[in-house]
C-alpha cells in the first residue's frame, strides 16, 4: 500500500473516529437530558403529590359542621374512635395547652371578692362564700386554669354523640395549688367559637349568664342561642326559682378594640351578650383576641353583682 493511501486510509479513519466521537457525544448529551427531564418530572411529581397529601390532611383535620340551636358544632363521628377527633383542628383550644385567669367579684356594696372553696361536706368561713380580695388563705380560690384535656371518655358514657372538646377548669389557691376541679367542653370551629364558663362554687352564679360565645365570621353582627336551666342551679344568694327556666340568649358585635393585657396590647373582638328569662335580665361583654382566645369577661349577674375574669398566662404544655 502506497503511502499516500496510507494517509488517505488513516484520515478517513480519524474522520470516522471522529464522527463516531460526535455521535456518542450526542448520544450522551441526549441521556443527560432525557435523564434531566425524568428527574424534573420526577420531582415535579414528587412536589404535586407534597402538595395533595398536605391537602389530604388539610380536608381530614377539617370537620362537618351541623347548626344546632344557634351554634355550629361538629358533627358526632360515631366509627371514628380516636381520642382527639373533634379537636385536631382546633387553633386556640389545642390538646395539652392551658389558660390562667384571674378574677374578682364585685359585690352588692361595690367591695372586690374572691370566692371560698366550697363543696359536699366543706362549709365556707363566709356564709356568702366571699372572701377578702388579697386573701392569701389555702382555701380560698385565687386564680382559675383551664386545662384543654379532651378525655371524650367522660362524656361519651352517657353520651355517644358528644363532640365538644373536653376542659377541665382547676381552681387554685394563692399557692398554685388546685383545691378543686370540674370538667366541661368548647367548641371551636370555623365558624364559632363557644365557651362554658367556670361554673364550681360561686362561679355557679354563671350558669344563668350568657356564655362566651362569638361568631367568627365577621359579617355577622347578631347571633342567639338558648338553653333551659333547672332548679338545682337556683341559689339564694342570688336568685331562687322553681322547676325550669328558658334563658335566650342574644349576642352583638360592637367592633374592635386595643385592650392591654399580660401580654402587651391586643386586638380584640368586643361582642356584647343579654341573657333574657322570667326571672330576670343577665349581661357579658367579651373581648376575643384570634390568638388567645377570650382574654376579658366583663360579666353583670342576675342580682346586679359583678364578675370579671381576664387572662393572665398561656402555656403550651402542660
Not at 414528587?46 to 344557634?70: A, C, T
Request: glycine content about 6%; hydrophobic content about 35%; proline content about 2%.
Amino acid at each position: 500500500m502506497s503511502l499516500s493511501l496510507l494517509a488517505t486510509n488513516e484520515l478517513l479513519s480519524g474522520d470516522e473516529n471522529q464522527r463516531g466521537h460526535r455521535r456518542n457525544n450526542s448520544i450522551g448529551r441526549i441521556e443527560k437530558i432525557e435523564r434531566g427531564s425524568n428527574y424534573s418530572f420526577f420531582f415535579q411529581m414528587r412536589h404535586f403529590i407534597f402538595i395533595l397529601l398536605i391537602l389530604s390532611q388539610k380536608n381530614l383535620l377539617s370537620q362537618e359542621l351541623i347548626f344546632d340551636n344557634g351554634i355550629y358544632i361538629e358533627k358526632p363521628i360515631f366509627t371514628d374512635t380516636s381520642q382527639h377527633r373533634y379537636t385536631l383542628d382546633n387553633k386556640i383550644f389545642a390538646i395539652n395547652k392551658s389558660f390562667t385567669y384571674d378574677y374578682y367579684f364585685l359585690d352588692s356594696f361595690s367591695v372586690k371578692r374572691k370566692f371560698y372553696k366550697e363543696g359536699e361536706g366543706i362549709r365556707p368561713k363566709s356564709p356568702t362564700g366571699l372572701a377578702e380580695y388579697k386573701s392569701t388563705s389555702s382555701d380560698v380560690i385565687d386564680k382559675v386554669r383551664l386545662i384543654v384535656t379532651d378525655d371524650l371518655n367522660i362524656f361519651l358514657r352517657s353520651d355517644s354523640s358528644y363532640s365538644q372538646t373536653v376542659v377541665k377548669y382547676q381552681y387554685l389557691n394563692s399557692s398554685g395549688v388546685s383545691i378543686g376541679s370540674e370538667e366541661t367542653g368548647v367548641i371551636e370551629n370555623s365558624m364559632n367559637l363557644w365557651l362554658h364558663p367556670p361554673r364550681g362554687n360561686n362561679f355557679r352564679i354563671l350558669e344563668i349568664n350568657p356564655f362566651p360565645f362569638l361568631s367568627l365570621q365577621d359579617t355577622t353582627s347578631q347571633w342567639s342561642w338558648s338553653m333551659n336551666v333547672w332548679e338545682s342551679w337556683s341559689d339564694s344568694r342570688w336568685k331562687d326559682w322553681i322547676g325550669t327556666v328558658e334563658l335566650k340568649y342574644a349576642y352583638k358585635r360592637l367592633g374592635d378594640e386595643s385592650i392591654d393585657t399580660k401580654f402587651g396590647k391586643l386586638n380584640c373582638k368586643v361582642s356584647e351578650g343579654i341573657g333574657s328569662s322570667k326571672i330576670g335580665t343577665t349581661y357579658l361583654k367579651s373581648y376575643f383576641n384570634e390568638k388567645y382566645g377570650f382574654v376579658r369577661l366583663e360579666y353583670t349577674n342576675i342580682n346586679g353583682t359583678k364578675l370579671i375574669i381576664w387572662l393572665v398566662a398561656v402555656d403550651e404544655k402542660i
